[in-house]
C-alpha cells in the first residue's frame, strides 16, 4: 500500500513537471531585429531551439518581439510573422518549422477591430495603426475605429502626431481598445519669443528657432557663423578671414533700414551681446524674431530682426561633466587669379599707348632671369595660400538638487592666421545658479566673463590701413613686379620704396587688440498666485579694449628704410546698466479659452570712454610703449557717448481651444537719441491665426498626416530703429554758426 502510494506520487510529481514545461512563461523585448537573431535570443531566455531548412525560412527579415509573461507560442507567431507558407510544432525544446502542405501560411488572419481614444474618452480620428514589420495598416475613422486584417499575434503600432506611440498584439476574439497619451514634449514644445515664450503650435509670428545640438555639431570657431544655412529668412556672410575678426554679417529677411545700421538686435538671457562672445556649450537654444507681429514688443530696436540667446541652466540630477573640442585645418576657399609681371607690363603698354616696359624688361620678367630685379611675385598666393591649425575646447558642469541648480562653463579657442604672425585667443567662463529661496520665489543669477587678445602684422607707417586689413588690400593692389627678398637676404623696396605685404608680415610692426568683457544679471521672481509671475531683473555688462599699432622702421636694400617708427596706444571702455520689471498672467477658462496678459518696464543706460595716444621715434623695437617714444609730434585724444532709453510694453494672447489665435502687443519707447518732440515712439502689432489642421473637418479627411500642423495667419505691426548715433540732432557751434 505505501509502495502505491509512493508510485502514485512519483506519477503525480512527474505529471506536474510535464505541465509546468509546456506552459512555461517567458518574457522577451527586442527592438528590430532579424528572425536569425530573434531565434537566438529566445533559446537563450527559454532554451528552447529551431529546427528548419534556410529554403523555408527567410532569417534576414527584420522582427519585433514583445513578450510579456507570455506562452512559447507568442513569441514564436511574433518572430514567424509575414513568413508565407509555413507551419510549426512545438516537441521536447525543439521548435520545428516546415513548410506546409497545400503551400498556404499557417498563421490564419484575422479581422482584427479597435479603437482609439485619448485618456479623456474622446476619439482620435486619423491615428495610423501599423501591422509592425511590414506596409499593412489603416488609420482611424471619424470615431476614432479602425478595422485591420492581420494574423494572429501579430504586434500593431498605433501612433498619432502629439500623442506618445503605443504596441498592442492581436489575439483571437478579442476587440483593441487603445487609450493613447499626450506626448508633452511634442505639445508643449515652446520657443522663446519676447520677455516669455510660447507653445511652438500656437507662435502666429514668424520664428526660427535653433538647439544646442545643431550648434554644437558644427566645427566652425564662431557662432555667427554657425547659423548659416540653419534657419529661413537669415542670411550670414562671412566678409574677413582674419582670427577674431571672422564673425558672419547677420541679415534677418534682407536689410530692414537704410540710412541707420542694419544690424538686428541681439538679446542674451535679455541683454544686448554679441553671439562672437559666447561658446556652443554655453547656449540652450536661438530664436530669431523675423516679422513685425514677433518682434514689434522691442520697439525702436527691432526693424533689422530680433535674435534671442538663452544660456543653458542647471538641472536637478545628478552632476554631468561635458567636454567637447576639436581641432582643424583652415585654408582659403578660393583665391583670384592675378597677371604675370611679363602680362602685366604688356597690358600696361597696352593701356598706356607707350612703351613704358621694353621688350628686354618684358624677355626678363617672363624668363625670370634676373629676380632681383624683374620679379613675378604672386603676394596674396605667398601670405594665404597655406593652411592655418585651429583648437577649441568646453567644458561643462550641470547638475543641482530640488532647491539649486547649477550650470558652470569654460571655454578655450585658439585661431592661427593664414598669415605669419597672426593669432587669436579667447577664453571663457560662465556660471549660472537658479534657487528657491522661499515658498512660490526664486532666484536666477547668471555670471560669464571673456577675454581675447588678437594678434596682426602691420603696415608701415606712411600707409592710411593697418594690420591684417592692410597687408591684404595692398597685396591685392600692388602688381608682383618687385621682390620681397633680394638675392643678398635685404627686404626689397617694393612698389612705393616701403618694401611688400609679404615683407610687412615678418617685420616688428605689430596690431594688438585685448578685450575683456563681463555680464552679470540677476533675476527674482515671484508667483503670488496662480497664473501671476512678477519679475525683476537686473543687468550689468562691462567691456575693455585696448589696442596697440606699433609700426617699425623697417630697413630697405640699398640703405633705405619705411621712414620712423611710431606707436598709437588707444582704449575704450564701456559701461551698460539696465533695470526689468515684468508681470505675466496666464489662465485658462472653460477649459478651452487660453489668455495671457503681459506688461513690462525696462530702463537702459550706456556710456563709454575713449583715450588714445600716440608717439614717434623709437629707440628699439623692444620697448613698443608710449613712454619710450620722442616727445616730438606727440599726440592724445579723448571722447565718448552716454545714451538710455526707458520703455513700456505690453502683449495679451488668446486661443481658443488651440484653434483660433489671436496676439497683440505694443511697446512705447523714449530714447535719448531722438530730439525732444519725438523722443517717444509707439511701436503696436497684431496678428490672428487659424490651425485648419485641429478643425474636424480636416482629419475626417485623412490629411493630417501630409499637413499636420496647418496654420493661416496674418499680422501687421510697426517697428523702429533707432542705431543713428548718439547725437545726431544736437548742434555744433562752429565760428558763430550752429551746425546740425
Not at 473 to 478: I, L, S, W
Amino acid at each position: 500500500m505505501r509502495y502505491f502510494n509512493k508510485a502514485m506520487l512519483v506519477a503525480s510529481a512527474a505529471l506536474c513537471l510535464n505541465l509546468s514545461v509546456f506552459s512555461q512563461n517567458i518574457t522577451l523585448k527586442t527592438g528590430s531585429v532579424t528572425v536569425k537573431e530573434a531565434m537566438e535570443q529566445l533559446k537563450k531566455s527559454s532554451g528552447y531551439s529551431f529546427v528548419f531548412s534556410s529554403e523555408d525560412l527567410d532569417t534576414r527579415k527584420h522582427v519585433s518581439i514583445s513578450v510579456q509573461n507570455g506562452k512559447i507560442e507568442d513569441a514564436v507567431k511574433q518572430i514567424l510573422v509575414g513568413q508565407n507558407g509555413i507551419t510549426y510544432q512545438i516537441q521536447n525544446k525543439k521548435i520545428i518549422i516546415k513548410k506546409s502542405e497545400n503551400g498556404v501560411v499557417s498563421s490564419k488572419k484575422l479581422q482584427t477591430k479597435g479603437s482609439v481614444r485619448d485618456v479623456n474618452g474622446e476619439p482620435i480620428i486619423g491615428a495610423t495603426v501599423m501591422e509592425r514589420g511590414t506596409s499593412n495598416g489603416t488609420i482611424t475613422d471619424i470615431d476614432g475605429n479602425f478595422m485591420l486584417e492581420v494574423p494572429e499575434g501579430a504586434m500593431l503600432d498605433i501612433s498619432y502626431v502629439g500623442y506618445k506611440n503605443q504596441s498592442v498584439q492581436v489575439l483571437s476574439g478579442k476587440q483593441i481598445a487603445i487609450s493613447l497619451r499626450e506626448d508633452s514634449e511634442t505639445l508643449d514644445e515652446v520657443v522663446v519669443i519676447g520677455y516669455g515664450a510660447q507653445k511652438k503650435v500656437n507662435v502666429i509670428g514668424s520664428i526660427a528657432t535653433l538647439d544646442s545640438e545643431t550648434l554644437e555639431s558644427r566645427a566652425v570657431p564662431d557662432v555667427s557663423n554657425m547659423l548659416t544655412g540653419q534657419l529661413s529668412g537669415v542670411t550670414i556672410t562671412q566678409t574677413s578671414g582674419n582670427p577674431g575678426q571672422d564673425a558672419g554679417t547677420i541679415r534677418v529677411r534682407g536689410v530692414g533700414s537704410f540710412g541707420a545700421t542694419p544690424d538686428p538686435l541681439v538679446l542674451i538671457d535679455g541683454m544686448p551681446g554679441s553671439l562672437s562672445d559666447l561658446t556652443p556649450s554655453e547656449i540652450e537654444n536661438i530664436s530669431v524674431l523675423k516679422d513685425a507681429a514677433s518682434a514689434a514688443i522691442y520697439g525702436s530696436r527691432a526693424a533689422n530682426g530680433v535674435i534671442l540667446v538663452t544660456t543653458k541652466e542647471g538641472k536637478a540630477g545628478k552632476t554631468h561633466i561635458t567636454y567637447n573640442g576639436s581641432i582643424g585645418m583652415s585654408q582659403a576657399t578660393e583665391l583670384p587669379d592675378f597677371a604675370h609681371s611679363y602680362e602685366y607690363a604688356e597690358y600696361y603698354n597696352m593701356a598706356m599707348g607707350t612703351e613704358t616696359y621694353t621688350p628686354e624688361m618684358i624677355r626678363k620678367y617672363r624668363d625670370g632671369s634676373d629676380p632681383d630685379n624683374y620679379a613675378d611675385e604672386m603676394y596674396l598666393d605667398e601670405l594665404l595660400g597655406g593652411h592655418a591649425l585651429q583648437t577649441k575646447h568646453e567644458l561643462s558642469v550641470n547638475g543641482g538638487s530640488g532647491k539649486l541648480q547649477y550650470m558652470a562653463s569654460l571655454g578655450y579657442l585658439r585661431q592661427n592666421g593664414l598669415l605669419d604672425n597672426n593669432y587669436y585667443n579667447r577664453y571663457n567662463a560662465r556660471v549660472n545658479l537658479n534657487a528657491e529661496i522661499a515658498k512660490n520665489v526664486s532666484l536666477s543669477v547668471r555670471v560669464s566673463g571673456m577675454t581675447s587678445d588678437r594678434h596682426e602684422p602691420s603696415t608701415p607707417g606712411v600707409l592710411d590701413n593697418e594690420g591684417f586689413k592692410g597687408i591684404i588690400a595692398n597685396a591685392v593692389r600692388y602688381p608682383g613686379l618687385t621682390p620681397s627678398y633680394l638675392s643678398t637676404g635685404e627686404i626689397g623696396p617694393g612698389p612705393k620704396l616701403q618694401g611688400t605685404p609679404v615683407a610687412w608680415v615678418n617685420c616688428a610692426s605689430f596690431y594688438r587688440e585685448d578685450f575683456d568683457k563681463f555680464n552679470g544679471n540677476i533675476e527674482l521672481t515671484w508667483k503670488p498666485i496662480k497664473g501671476l509671475t512678477l519679475r525683476a531683473i537686473g543687468g550689468y555688462n562691462y567691456a575693455l579694449s585696448t589696442i596697440r599699432n606699433y609700426r617699425a622702421d623697417m630697413p630697405l636694400a640699398g640703405g633705405q628704410s619705411t621712414g620712423p617708427s611710431s606707436l598709437t596706444n588707444s582704449m575704450e571702455r564701456t559701461v551698460y546698466k539696465t533695470f526689468q520689471a515684468v508681470a505675466d498672467y496666464n489662465t485658462i477658462i472653460a477649459k478651452r479659452h487660453n489668455l495671457s496678459v503681459l506688461l513690462g518696464y525696462t530702463w537702459e543706460d550706456e556710456g563709454q570712454r575713449t583715450l588714445s595716444g600716440s608717439r614717434n621715434n623709437f629707440p628699439s623695437d623692444d620697448v613698443p610703449y608710449l613712454g619710450a617714444g620722442g616727445a616730438d609730434g606727440q599726440t592724445n585724444d579723448g571722447g565718448g557717448y552716454d545714451w538710455a532709453i526707458q520703455s513700456v510694453f505690453g502683449r495679451l494672447t488668446y486661443n481658443y481651444d488651440q484653434r483660433y489665435l489671436f496676439e497683440t502687443t505694443m511697446r512705447y519707447d523714449g530714447s535719448s537719441r531722438f530730439p525732444s518732440n519725438t523722443k517717444f515712439g509707439f511701436f503696436p502689432s497684431v496678428a490672428a491665426g487659424w490651425r485648419v489642421s485641429e478643425e474636424k473637418f480636416w482629419k475626417e479627411r485623412n490629411v493630417s498626416d501630409w499637413f499636420n500642423n496647418l496654420k493661416l495667419k496674418a499680422s501687421y505691426g510697426i517697428l523702429g530703429n533707432n542705431n543713428i548715433g548718439n547725437y545726431p540732432y544736437q548742434s555744433v557751434p562752429i565760428g558763430g554758426i550752429n551746425l546740425s
